[in-house]
């Protein structure tokens, strides 16, 4: 999800991990952006995740 104030107050009782991006568009300068993974309590399957 897009790393907004909303979507942190929203998801806030959960574990939310930052993920910076770079999008980019047709080969164009790319455009730096944070996106948020939102997970239960839980530990993550997934060992590379911030």
């Not at 910076?20 to 996106?35: D, Q």
Request: glycine residues 6%.
């Amino acid at each position: 999800m897009n790393d907004r104030p909303e979507v942190r107050e929203v998801f806030s009782s959960f574990r939310i991990c930052e993920v910076p991006l770079t999008y980019t568009i047709a080969g164009g300068e790319g455009k730096s952006v944070s996106e948020v993974i939102i997970m239960d309590h839980k530990e993550p399957s997934v060992i590379n995740l911030p």
